[in-house]
C-alpha cells in the first residue's frame, strides 16, 4: 500500500470476472487509491460478476460500451468525466473478440465479416478510444493509457489465428497515437505484452493449456499472472513511468527473449 495512484482518476475496459488481468487491475487501482470507472460490453456485463467487483472498489460506477460504435464511446467519456470530476488520468484497455476463433474457423479460410469484427473490436477500438478522448481533451496532462496485448503480435502462434493481426495494429495504434498524444499533451500510450493467463478468453484458445504449460517451462522466471501483470499496469499509470511512451513492454518472465530451455526439453519428452 504505498499510494501510488491517490487522487488518480481512470477507466478500466474489460473486467469479466476475478480471472479477469482488467479485474485484478481495478482491485490493485483501488489499494493504490485511485477512483475510477469501470465499463464492458453490455453483453459481457449480462455474463459476467462486475456489479461484485463494483461494490468491493468503492461502489464504482459502471458504463457499459460498445467499443465498435462511435457514440458508445462519446458516451463513455462524457459521463466518466461527470463522474470523476474532471479529466482523466489513466485508462486500461483490455478488449478482444474473435468469432473467428470462437466457431473455429482456420487462419487460411476466415469468414472476413467475422475479421473485421476481430479488427474492429480488439485494435480499432483502441484508436476509437484515444481519438475520442484526443478531441474532447479529456486526459490530463502526463497521464497514461495502457493496452493488453500479446507475443503473437511479433512471432506465430498458429492457433491464435486472427487475433494477431488485431495485436499487430492495435501496437501500431499505440505507437503513432503516442507520438501525437506525447507532442500535445505528454500523455503517453504503451502496450503490456503479458504472458499466456489464466482468463476466460486466453482459456478459449484451441491448444492453451499445453502451450501455457510450455511458455512456463521457457521463460526463466515462469509465466506472469494477472495479479502481477496488475501490479505493472499500476506501474505505468503512476508517475514513476512518466517518461515511457509507445513501447511494447513485455510482462512475460523472459519468454520473448528465450530461445530454449532445459525445461522444454524434458517437457518435449513427457509429451512423446
Not at 473486467?15 to 487509491?33: F, M, P, R, T
Not at 489513466?90 to 482456420?106: A, E, T
Not at 507475443?151 to 499505440?174: G, N
Not at 493467463?197 to 478459449?204: P, R, V
Request: net charge neutral.
Amino acid at each position: 500500500m504505498n499510494n501510488l495512484l491517490k487522487g488518480k482518476k481512470g477507466i478500466i475496459f474489460g473486467a469479466l470476472n476475478d480471472k479477469s488481468i482488467a479485474w485484478q487491475v481495478a482491485l490493485k487501482c483501488h489499494e493504490q487509491g485511485a477512483q475510477f470507472v469501470l465499463t464492458n460490453a453490455p453483453v459481457a456485463m449480462r455474463m459476467g460478476e462486475i456489479n461484485d467487483l463494483a461494490a468491493v472498489c468503492n461502489n464504482s460506477k459502471i458504463i457499459p460500451c460498445d467499443v465498435s460504435k462511435n457514440e458508445d464511446m462519446e458516451n463513455l467519456i462524457d459521463k466518466s468525466m461527470e463522474i470523476l470530476g474532471g479529466k482523466i488520468d489513466f485508462i486500461l484497455h483490455s478488449v478482444g473478440m474473435s468469432m473467428n476463433i470462437r466457431k473455429g474457423n482456420p487462419y487460411t479460410d476466415l469468414d472476413y465479416k467475422f475479421m473485421h469484427e476481430t479488427l474492429d473490436i480488439s485494435a480499432i477500438s483502441f484508436h476509437r478510444l484515444i481519438a475520442t478522448c484526443y478531441k474532447k481533451d479529456a486526459i490530463n496532462d502526463w497521464g497514461s493509457v495502457v493496452a493488453l496485448t500479446y507475443i503473437a503480435a511479433q512471432r506465430v502462434f498458429s492457433h491464435y489465428s486472427e487475433m494477431a493481426d488485431a495485436k499487430s495494429l492495435l501496437e501500431s495504434i499505440a505507437r503513432s497515437f503516442g507520438y501525437h498524444y506525447g507532442k500535445t499533451k505528454k500523455v503517453r500510450i504503451n502496450t503490456i505484452s503479458q504472458s499466456p493467463t489464466l482468463t476466460t478468453a486466453g482459456s478459449g484458445v484451441k491448444g492453451f493449456g499445453n502451450f501455457y504449460d510450455y511458455a512456463a517451462a521457457l521463460s526463466p522466471l515462469g509465466n506472469a499472472n494477472a495479479e502481477q501483470c496488475a501490479e505493472y499496469c499500476v506501474l505505468m499509470f503512476s508517475d514513476l513511468s512518466r517518461m515511457v511512451t509507445m513501447q511494447n513492454l513485455f510482462h512475460d518472465g523472459g519468454f520473448s527473449y528465450t530461445g530454449f530451455s532445459h525445461e522444454v526439453f524434458e517437457l518435449a519428452n513427457e509429451t512423446k
